[in-house]
């Protein structure tokens, strides 16, 4: 929330120090905390989203899928007000991700990123994708909820789809 933002250490300074800096890593950092803090900041979204598909490789992997996340929540806000526009948007920015890889941390992928990236895909239409997606990613999910989460996001897929026969 807007409030937590603001009690971060040190974040109008490192606001202030970005506002600055013309370097893209800079801009980028700003235009991420930017859009943190505020949910109707567009036009540091818009810039955001241009600067990390020509300069993520700029940071470490961790800094890099910290940046698209707060990109990727800045689209599921503004989706949850009713924009559907950027349900698309938020799975563009995870596919990038994705493809980047950025999303797996020490080779695995969160269970919730998981089921996120599902229901967005299945929200724009996209269930084929969702389906390859899910038969891609099972094997990176945690070992020890690998079954279970993947057997709740293809049921998901499978009510979505209104498939609904166990045969």
Request: with cysteine.
């Amino acid at each position: 929330s807007k409030k937590e933002i603001h009690a971060l250490p040190y974040i109008e300074a490192a606001l202030a120090f970005t506002a600055q800096a013309p370097e893209p890593a800079a801009i980028m950092l700003k235009n991420s905390l930017e859009v943190l803090r505020n949910p109707n900041e567009v036009a540091a979204f818009d810039q955001l989203k241009v600067l990390m598909r020509q300069h993520s490789s700029l940071f470490s992997t961790s800094e890099a899928r910290d940046i698209y996340m707060s990109a990727i929540n800045y689209c599921i806000r503004r989706h949850n007000q009713g924009e559907t526009q950027y349900t698309k948007e938020a799975l563009d920015l995870y596919k990038e991700a994705l493809q980047k890889e950025l999303l797996l941390e020490n080779g695995l992928l969160s269970k919730y990123t998981y089921g996120n990236i599902n229901n967005l895909a299945h929200l724009v239409g996209e269930s084929d994708w969702a389906k390859k997606f899910l038969e891609t990613y099972r094997q990176s999910l945690p070992a020890i909820d690998r079954e279970n989460v993947y057997k709740y996001n293809i049921a998901i897929h499978h009510f979505r789809n209104s498939e609904y026969s166990l045969t």
